[in-house]
Nanobody
Framework: VQLQASGGGLVQAGESLRLSCAASGSISIVPIMSWYRQTPGKQRELVASITARGTTNVVDIVKGRFTISRDNIKNTVYLSMNTLKPEDTAVYYC?????????WGQGTQVTVSS
C-alpha cells in the first residue's frame, strides 16, 4: 500500500486548506484512514479518522473547523481545514492499517501565518 498526501501549503490565519491522501497498490477498500500531525520536538498526534462506512472521529482541538471525508472509489481521504490558526502549523500525515500493517504517507507541510 502506498499513501500519497498532498494539499499542504502556506496560508494566513483564518484561511482554509484541503489535504488529500490517495491509497494505491493491490488493495480493495482501505478500512480506517486517519490524519495525524506533528510539530518539531513533539509526538505525532491524531487529528481525525474515518471508517470505510464513513464514521468519523475528529479530536476536540480541531472539531468544528476540520472535517474528514473519503471517496471509497478513489481510496482517497480528505481533510478540509477551515479557520486555520497558527497553532495548526505542522506536518500532516495520513495513515492506514491494511491487513494488519501500518502505512504512513510522506507528510505534507501546513504553515499558518498570523
Amino acid at each position: 500500500v502506498q499513501l500519497q498526501a498532498s494539499g499542504g501549503g502556506l496560508v494566513q490565519a483564518g484561511e482554509s486548506l484541503r489535504l488529500s491522501c490517495a491509497a494505491s497498490g493491490s488493495i480493495s477498500i482501505v478500512p480506517i484512514m486517519s490524519w495525524y500531525r506533528q510539530t518539531p520536538g513533539k509526538q505525532r498526534e491524531l487529528v481525525a479518522s474515518i471508517t470505510a462506512r464513513g464514521t468519523t472521529n475528529v479530536v476536540d482541538i480541531v472539531k468544528g473547523r476540520f472535517t474528514i471525508s473519503r471517496d471509497n472509489i478513489k481510496n482517497t481521504v480528505y481533510l478540509s481545514m477551515n479557520t486555520l490558526k497558527p497553532e495548526d502549523t505542522a506536518v500532516y500525515y495520513c495513515k492506514t492499517i491494511y491487513s494488519g500493517v501500518v502505512y504512513w504517507g510522506q507528510g505534507t507541510q501546513v504553515t499558518v501565518s498570523s
